[in-house]
């Protein structure tokens, strides 16, 4: 079996000292809201494992070291342009302004963590593996068709390259030279199948030839070149010329979600590397080297993530139970007879 080669042989701004950093032009401030970004995501997704652990949330899929695709994408786009997140992106929405206690209340399997895509520009989070893609591809269709300028980014994973869905919204949002970014976090793992068991392509970027749309292989690790990579890939979808493929790469080095044991199938030094390595450090090194970042700020910042984090939780759990009717009410628009029935027996046997 092979794994991509641990290292980064592949575009990077980010290097390991101040003589191997590339030219970045984003200005100072731009740099600075990207680290509080990042230092955001990090907070919400270590606390959520500390919350589940204390049986405050349910399952969570944490995304710890894909920080950097995540708020680098997000920051490539215009506000108007919308965001298609899997379950691996969950908190994405924080960077556009959903509040901590909604996504944690997502995460309690409550009513009040669902939100109206159309207030943010940030769809609903997707479970069933790639079934985002084709939403998004109609999505940026569907603004061409209108003419209303705005960008769909879609985020899905290695795993989800295998998926129909996957196929279908690729190849109609080339077909229609759709305005779309699809994002491939590429952690090489879904769940316990490797990547080499996953496709037998040299790379998954090489995908993208086959859709006949460009296709762009970058470090996940490097926010900066995230960064770069889509914004060039939303310029052309903007410019009319439709999607491209950008493929992130990292290592997942945590477990899949709370309910997994990696320990059974994960490479433990792979882990450690990517440990090592993590986005948000290798992104604080960058801007100590730029003399943008002290340790004062540096901590006021994480100060700010953990209050905000603190205070989501705390308001997650304030709400009241929603009422068991909810599950029926938002399934159909005209639901069957036999709902009436089934809430009967939901409150019967829940006592909700
Ligand atoms: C359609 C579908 N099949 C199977 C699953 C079970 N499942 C949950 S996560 C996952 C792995 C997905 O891997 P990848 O696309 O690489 O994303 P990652 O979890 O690594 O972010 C699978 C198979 C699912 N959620 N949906
Ligand atoms: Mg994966």
Sequence with gaps: MTELAAGSPFPRVIGDDASSDGACRLPDS??????????????YDERSVVYHRQGRIGTYAIYWGHEAIQAGAVHALEDRDWIFPS???????LLRGIPASTVFSWWRGHPSGWWNPADHGVASICVPIATQVPHAAGFAWGSKLRGDDRVALVFFGDGATSEGAF???????????????LLCSNNQWAISTPIAEQSAAASLVDKAVG???????????DVLAVHEAVREAAARARAGEGP????????RAAPHATADDPSAYIDHDRVEQARRAECVGRFEGYLRRRGLLTDELAEAVRAEALEAVRAGIVAAEAELPGDASLIFDHALADGPQSFAHDLAELRRVDGA
């Design 30 to 43: 731009e740099l600075l809201a990207l680290h509080r970004a990042l230092v955001l995501l990090r907070t």
């Design 87 to 93: 379950y691996r992106e969950s908190a994405v929405g």
């Design 167 to 181: 196929h279908e919204g690729a190849n109609l949002a080339a077909v229609k030279k759709a305005p779309l970014v």
């Design 211 to 221: 859709y006949g749309m460009p296709g762009v292989r970058v470090d996940g690790t």
């Design 244 to 251: 491209t493929f950008v493929e992130a790469v990292t290592y």
